[in-house]
Nanobody, 114 residues
Framework: VQLVESGGGLVQPGGSLRLSCAAS????????VSWYRQAPGKGREFVAH????????NYADSVKGRFTISRDNAKNTVYLQMNSLKPEDTARYYC????????WGQGTQVTVSS
């Protein structure tokens, strides 16, 4: 199982980014995927979750209405569209899948600052 996140960067408050998580090594379309984030000095926290078909999603209260999780099973990729970014969204963002065990990517850094 391999997960590779990309799309992070430096953005001003109010800006947008789209993160991608490219998956390989398992039957991607059969598994739900989640995004988590970890800010400096803090624990890893749940951000968003999408079911295997994409038919159901859920979000942390802190990002609800601003972030959208989606997936393209033909491309083995999950996305996180992040709008109206705030400085408190600054963190390293990770995707996660549970395939017998939990797997994590290396993460992608998002910094929201003016």
């Amino acid at each position: 199982v391999q997960l590779v996140e990309s799309g992070g960067g430096l953005v001003q408050p109010g800006g947008s980014l789209r993160l991608s998580c490219a998956a390989s090594g398992f039957t991607f379309s059969s598994y739900a995927v989640s995004w988590y984030r970890q800010a400096p000095g803090k624990g890893r926290e749940f951000v968003a979750h999408i079911t295997s078909t994409g038919g159901s999603t859920n979000y942390a209260d802190s990002v609800k209405g601003r972030f959208t999780i989606s997936r393209d099973n033909a491309k083995n990729t999950v996305y996180l569209q992040m709008n109206s970014l705030k400085p408190e969204d600054t963190a390293r963002y990770y995707c996660n899948v549970f395939v017998s065990n939990g797997y994590w990517g290396q993460g992608t850094q998002v910094t929201v600052s003016s």
